[in-house]
């Protein structure tokens, strides 16, 4: 069976598919307190403890907890983290993708093209995943630039130039449409600036806020990208995307809010991502074990990634 051309409910019977449709909006806010407190937390071990340690261990928590806040927006663009939609969207847009210079209104219908064609040359995501395998040495070069911040400065400096380079029909009309695209991304992080400066210090807004943005976030995001979709057969939705098991530890480093079961994802777009386990264990239930593309580790994937 081709599950890119079938139903959800060709895979689960109605009470399953009812059952992974349950939204729990506390769930939510439990997970924004958890994500906004774990970066507070980052920034008061290094402002109480300055050292090396205390800033390496900061720039971790607070960059995973970061590609949290990207996770909980990409649910967002699904309407699936809060039941009222004028809620979702506001909290999406707000608490989650503005202050990670991140917009769902054009997150959304980007990425559900991705859902849409999947690993097709209409997939934009396919450059992505294109590439692999690679080798090690390219790999690591990979690794290096996003440690060292330059992919970041690529991927900030490119979405600052696509806004100002913005079409308009003259100078107040531009002026409204690089404002309207710019000004949640303004306000939060004028936000975060002063309660910074109000609690700890001002220059911890650059030194506790960006370099992660621009280093560790960075890193994730490489890695989840590869482990979504490189390397897997891609003859079908069963095989066109992974889901990744991994520890708690690495869960809370690279693999927020359930982010690694990625088929279940993909299969059913409707189910919340509390809700992903669970559709993991309906699916192998239902016998669909030997269809799914799966993997024990993030380190295995990295090691088909780099097998070229």
């Given at each position: 069976m081709?599950?890119s051309?079938t139903k959800?409910?060709?895979l689960?019977?109605?009470?399953?598919?009812?059952e992974?449709r349950?939204?729990?909006?506390?769930?939510?806010v439990?997970?924004?307190?958890?994500?906004w407190?774990m970066?507070?937390?980052?920034?008061?071990?290094?402002y109480a403890?300055?050292s090396?340690?205390?800033?390496l261990?900061?720039?971790?928590?607070?960059?995973?907890?970061?590609f949290?806040?990207?996770?909980?927006?990409?649910?967002?663009a699904?309407n699936?983290?809060?039941?009222n939609l004028k809620v979702?969207?506001f909290?999406a847009?707000w608490?989650c993708?503005?202050?990670?210079f991140?917009?769902?209104?054009?997150y959304r219908?980007y990425h559900?093209?991705?859902?849409?064609?999947?690993?097709?040359?209409?997939?934009?995501?396919?450059s992505?995943?294109?590439?692999?395998?690679?080798t090690?040495?390219s790999?690591l070069?990979?690794?290096f630039?996003d440690l060292?911040?330059?992919?970041?400065?690529?991927?900030?400096?490119s979405?600052i130039?696509?806004?100002l380079h913005t079409?308009?029909?003259?100078?107040?009309d531009?002026?409204?449409?690089v404002?309207?695209k710019i000004?949640?991304?303004?306000?939060s992080n004028i936000?975060?600036?002063?309660l910074?400066?109000?609690?700890?210090?001002?220059?911890?807004?650059f030194?506790?806020?960006?370099i992660?943005a621009?280093?560790?976030?960075?890193l994730?995001?490489?890695?989840r990208n590869?482990?979504?979709?490189?390397?897997?057969p891609g003859?079908s939705?069963f095989?066109?995307?992974?889901t990744?098991?991994?520890?708690?530890?690495?869960?809370?480093?690279?693999?927020?809010?359930?982010?690694?079961?990625?088929l279940?994802?993909?299969?059913f777009?409707?189910?919340?991502?509390?809700?992903l386990p669970?559709?993991?264990s309906m699916?192998?239930?239902?016998?669909?074990k030997?269809?799914?593309?799966m993997?024990?580790?993030?380190r295995n994937v990295?090691?088909?990634?780099v097998?070229a």
């Amino acid at each position: 069976m081709d599950s890119s051309k079938t139903k959800p409910l060709d895979l689960l019977d109605k009470s399953q598919i009812s059952e992974l449709r349950q939204k729990k909006d506390f769930r939510n806010v439990l997970a924004l307190s958890f994500d906004w407190g774990m970066m507070a937390f980052g920034f008061y071990i290094f402002y109480a403890y300055p050292s090396v340690i205390t800033f390496l261990v900061a720039v971790i928590i607070i960059g995973s907890r970061q590609f949290a806040l990207a996770v909980l927006a990409h649910d967002g663009a699904h309407n699936l983290l809060f039941s009222n939609l004028k809620v979702n969207d506001f909290v999406a847009q707000w608490f989650c993708a503005y202050p990670i210079f991140q917009d769902n209104r054009v997150y959304r219908p980007y990425h559900l093209k991705h859902h849409r064609y999947t690993e097709t040359d209409e997939d934009p995501d396919l450059s992505l995943s294109a590439p692999f395998p690679i080798t090690k040495k390219s790999f690591l070069r990979k690794v290096f630039r996003d440690l060292t911040g330059l992919t970041g400065l690529k991927r900030y400096s490119s979405s600052i130039l696509s806004i100002l380079h913005t079409d308009s029909s003259g100078p107040l009309d531009k002026l409204f449409k690089v404002w309207n695209k710019i000004h949640g991304f303004l306000i939060s992080n004028i936000i975060i600036f002063l309660l910074l400066s109000l609690f700890f210090h001002w220059y911890f807004y650059f030194l506790l806020w960006w370099i992660p943005a621009f280093t560790y976030y960075s890193l994730i995001i490489r890695i989840r990208n590869i482990a979504e979709h490189c390397v897997t057969p891609g003859d079908s939705g069963f095989d066109n995307t992974r889901t990744t098991q991994a520890t708690l530890l690495v869960r809370f480093l690279m693999a927020p809010h359930r982010v690694n079961y990625h088929l279940e994802h993909h299969l059913f777009m409707m189910c919340p991502w509390y809700n992903l386990p669970k559709a993991h264990s309906m699916m192998i239930e239902n016998g669909y074990k030997d269809k799914m593309c799966m993997e024990t580790s993030y380190r295995n994937v990295l090691l088909k990634a780099v097998s070229a």
